[in-house]
């Protein structure tokens, strides 16, 4: 039996959740946070989730095989780290670019953000694979 | 059966035979250029910072194995095809025998020894997985893994051979090795090494007493037994004894052990031969008798002995490959390769009968044949032995007498005598099965008409390629009436009485081996099942399924070799002294305490798992409050996904029940070995913290940080940019554990299903 209070407040937090663990991942750069945190904090509102609602429910919401997720998020760690190589430097060389938005705000973006999010991936879709696999066994 | 289909498969199959075919006259191109100029060297980097090139270096040595590999490859090939009607995976076939046919031309133009191992591993790789290729039936599993793991390990000892070769002259080039050579014959360490090459040589190369796995590759299908089995992979070990011979050659140990060691294979094996009624084991054990004498002459110092040596291997080559195709078109067109079941085909199968009796006269040694001129040279060499020349000579004429005997019966019994009724409908082959051993034993004819020719231009190269002399090296017809060629005639007239009385011998030696008290084809059990033996012991004994006995192995590993580095090797011990702590952290103590106290008394487990949950946050806030925010966040969060985790486990599982009386003496060892780790953990970091870490990274982290790396989080800048190769080991290792745990529960599953 599904407990009708942890459906309802299930759906309310589990956004929030989400949210909370893509603000982690960004900020992770400056201040505590980062890929690994970000997937953590991900991978327990999927696991309330799938506790109120089953495991079918979770992979109705999330229309991938989480194990996509673990081959997505080595791809682009991978990716970011031949980038390095490819233009001539070791493997895995943080490069950076600055993108200039309106007059004066500034966003340096880099490889190392697209290797973190290669993290956050590859730990949510490992998290997600067991806790799926858990539940329907 | 899709006719058209059927045949164009088997034209693209036959197609890839242009391989072979252009190696084979680019090697010829190259016969000249050689010969004038020296070897034709090319190379290219390929691990440069373990010194290891693909250098290649093409002499004489290697051009005669060239062109021997890639004419029967080219041979094989068209044969296969046709031989291969009705197996299953033929693509794969052609892709192993054709990466098999390179690896062989790799194995004998490489310079570099490391570049010379891997395609040494590699022509055992192939060896075994066509060994294995019908690989449903379990003789040829069990005989693909002995071949393997035989030669395997040979390859390994010829690892241990050229790095110690490297290490003492510091070239891993086989050219550069050669300005050693008199050196490395009194170094301290030539034993060691001449041990090695000579367990790799002998291995690969079939000689006693790792014979037995040769006749067992007789499993394969019989153009890879032609190909592999005696033509090109077991002929890779006189390959390596011929190269290392003017390094390592020459000295006693070296003549003694190759000779007598030949000399015991080539007699041994061509008895055995006689005691044979399979097609293919007969020819399998006259190819053990080839390699031994082959590794007899290579023995000698002399050029006799050794253009013996190189002259016997192109001609067993010819004619050997051609029998072994002859025995596969008998089986293919026939259905039985056994002696007693066959006779007469001389008339059904006109072409196959003269190309075998071709290469058998060759193999018997008759004049104007091949095998004479090979045969005529071999006891010049055994003539000229510096050492016990007695002992060649005896065991050349016994052998070559045998393996005459052993040509008679494979012509008169196969294609001679009484037709079977059984082949009444049985029809020659077709031509792209015989062409290989019409044309090979034709070769047998012409080379035995020119042997001058054969001599100039593919023996006399070879030789000089690993042996300096100012001897003139020949290969004549006739030589006068001298001691070769009485030897000759004594060999050809104790073959015919060995013939004679083959039927007599066979009934004798047949049930031999069985008898003998002990074959090293025993000892390779012995030792398969006690390795598998040990294995189960293991198993039983560290990894027996029980997650208990799994930690405390790991823990108590852990416990006395970290325990026993620090005490051993190093004399950094802990401050014991209380700092001053305030009211706060006084509580957080008492909080992780009393949370330990209800892990271990507590009887629910649910009850454990939350309390453990308290013990892990606990440690987060003190992070926290030291000033450590990220770690202390994934600590909290790596808690709370355990609590969680854990919990879904333990909902589903069946009530886990707590050994009720659990042995007093078991739980006191719990205890111990629990206490003695959290002691040597806790002491392990105070004795860290007691010497003063040095700041250098520190300064440089924060140096560069923002500056360098854009960031502001010291930490985070550390795991996804300096340190970053960390961390993709890391996320490897987390995807390949989930994959795994996954592959697991869904086991355990189906296990319930």
Same mark, same amino acid.
Request: glycine share 10%.
């Given at each position: ?137 | ?30 016969v000249m250029p050689v010969m004038s100029d020296g070897p034709v060297r090319l190379g290219l980097p390929w691990v440069p910072g373990l010194d290891i090139s693909l250098t290649f270096s093409i002499d004489g040595l290697s051009l005669l194995f060239m062109l021997i590999i890639s ?192 000399? =015991? ?68 067109? !026939?259905?039985?390769?056994? =002696? ?164 007599s011998l066979y009934r004798l030696l047949k049930g031999t081996v069985k008898h003998l008290p002990i074959t090293s084809g025993r000892v390779y059990n012995g030792i398969i099942v006690g390795v598998a033996r040990l ?15 799994? =930690? ?12 026993? !580095? ?188």
């Amino acid at each position: 039996m599904r407990s009708l209070i942890l459906r309802a407040s299930t759906r309310l937090l589990v956004s929030l959740i989400l949210v909370f663990s893509v603000y982690l991942l960004i900020r992770g750069h400056h201040a505590p946070g980062g890929g690994f945190s970000g997937a953590l904090v991900a991978g327990t509102a999927f696991a309330l989730y799938a506790i109120a609602e089953g495991a079918a429910s979770v992979r109705r919401a999330l229309r991938l095989d989480p194990r996509s997720l673990i081959v997505t998020g080595m791809l682009l760690a991978l990716a970011s780290g031949l980038t390095g190589l490819v233009s001539g430097r070791p493997f895995l060389t943080g490069l950076w670019w600055t993108l200039t938005l309106g007059q004066d705000y500034k966003i340096a973006l880099g490889t190392p953000l697209f290797f973190d999010i290669g993290v956050y991936l590859i730990v949510l879709g490992t998290i997600l694979t067991l806790i799926l696999a858990l539940e329907e066994s | 059966m899709h006719k058209t289909g059927n045949h164009l498969s088997d034209w693209i199959a036959r197609s890839t035979a242009l391989l072979p075919l252009f190696i084979f006259t680019y090697a010829a191109t190259l016969v000249m250029p050689v010969m004038s100029d020296g070897p034709v060297r090319l190379g290219l980097p390929w691990v440069p910072g373990l010194d290891i090139s693909l250098t290649f270096s093409i002499d004489g040595l290697s051009l005669l194995f060239m062109l021997i590999i890639s004419a029967v490859g080219f041979f094989v090939t068209l044969y296969s095809v046709n031989y291969l009607h009705g197996y299953h995976h033929t693509g794969r076939f052609f892709l192993f025998l054709h990466a098999f046919m390179l690896s062989m031309l790799g194995l004998v133009t490489a310079d570099n020894m490391m570049a010379l191992f891997v395609f040494w591993e590699l022509t055992t790789i192939f060896s075994y997985l066509l060994i294995g290729f019908e690989h449903e039936a379990e003789t040829s599993r069990h005989s693909a893994r002995q071949a393997l793991l035989v030669t395997g390990a040979g390859g390994l000892a010829l690892l241990a051979a050229f790095l110690l070769l490297q290490i003492i002259t510091g070239t891993a080039d086989i050219s550069g090795l050669t300005g050693w050579d008199g050196q490395l014959r009194s170094h301290p360490l030539y034993e060691a090494i001449f041990v090695l090459i000579a367990i790799g040589a002998f291995t690969k190369s079939a000689q006693f007493p790792f014979h037995f796995w040769l006749p067992h590759a007789m499993a394969a299908p019989t153009p890879i037994s032609a190909f592999l089995h005696s033509a090109t992979m077991v002929k890779g070990g006189i390959y390596l004894l011929a190269r290392f011979h003017p390094i390592l050659g020459g000295t006693p140990a070296w003549t003694a052990t190759l000779m007598i060691t030949g000399a =015991l294979t080539a007699v041994g094996a061509a008895v055995l031969a006689m005691g044979q009624s399979d097609l293919k084991k007969i020819l399998a054990y006259t190819t053990l008798t080839a390699l031994g004498i082959m590794t007899m002459f290579l023995g000698g110092a002399s050029t006799p002995s050794l253009t013996a040596a190189m002259t016997f291997l192109l001609v067993h080559s010819l004619y050997k490959s051609g029998l072994f195709l002859m025995a596969g078109i008998v089986d293919h067109q !026939t259905g039985t390769r056994q =002696l007693e079941n066959l006779g007469g085909l001389c008339t059904r199968m006109p072409f196959t009968a003269c190309s075998s009796v071709a290469a058998c006269l060759s193999m018997a040694g008759f004049p104007l044949f091949f095998g004479f001129i090979g045969k005529e040279i071999m006891y010049k060499g055994a003539l000229a032995e510096t050492m016990c020349p007695q002992l060649a000579v005896s065991a050349a004429v016994l052998a070559n007498a045998l393996m005459t005997a052993v040509a008679g019966i494979l012509v008169v019994r196969v294609f001679w005598g009484r037709p079977r009724p059984e082949h009444a409908a049985v029809k020659e082959a077709s031509v792209f099965m015989w062409c290989g051993p019409v044309v090979l034993g034709g070769i047998g004819i012409v080379f035995g008409i020119i042997p001058e020719w054969v001599g100039h231009w593919l023996v006399a190269p070879a030789v000089r390629a690993f042996h300096v002399s100012s001897e003139h090296i020949k290969l004549e017809l006739f030589h006068g009436i001298n001691m070769p060629l009485l030897l000759s005639l004594l060999t050809i007239t104790m073959g015919a009485c060995f013939f004679l009385f083959h039927r007599s011998l066979y009934r004798l030696l047949k049930g031999t081996v069985k008898h003998l008290p002990i074959t090293s084809g025993r000892v390779y059990n012995g030792i398969i099942v006690g390795v598998a033996r040990l294995g189960y012991l293991q198993i039983r004994l560290l990894q027996n399924g029980s997650l208990h006995r799994y =930690l405390f192995i790991v823990l108590a590993t852990f416990l006395t070799v970290v325990g026993y !580095t620090w005490l051993r090797w190093t004399d950094v011990f802990p401050a014991w002294e209380l700092p001053a702590l305030s009211i706060r952290e006084w509580l957080l103590i008492a909080l992780i305490t009393a949370s330990v106290i209800t892990v271990l008394a507590t009887r629910t487990l649910l009850l454990a798992i939350c309390a453990l949950g308290v013990i892990g946050t606990g440690l987060a806030i003190v992070f926290l409050s030291y000033g450590a925010p990220d770690v202390a966040l994934t600590q909290l969060l790596v808690e709370t996904l355990t609590v969680v985790i854990v919990s879904v486990i333990l909902l589903r599982l069946p009530a886990l029940k707590r050994s009720e009386h659990p042995k007093r003496i078991k739980r006191l060892m719990d205890a111990i070995l629990a206490g003695g780790v959290g002691v040597l953990v806790t002491s392990l970091l105070l004795a860290v913290l007691a010497v003063n870490p040095s700041h250098s990274l520190t300064a440089f982290f924060e140096q560069n940080s923002y500056l360098a790396a854009h960031g502001k989080n010291i930490v985070n800048v550390i795991l996804v940019d300096f340190r970053s190769l960390d961390t993709m080991g890391e996320i490897i290792v987390v995807a390949t554990a989930g994959l795994a745990g996954f592959a697991l529960i869904k086991q355990q599953r189906r296990k319930h299903k």
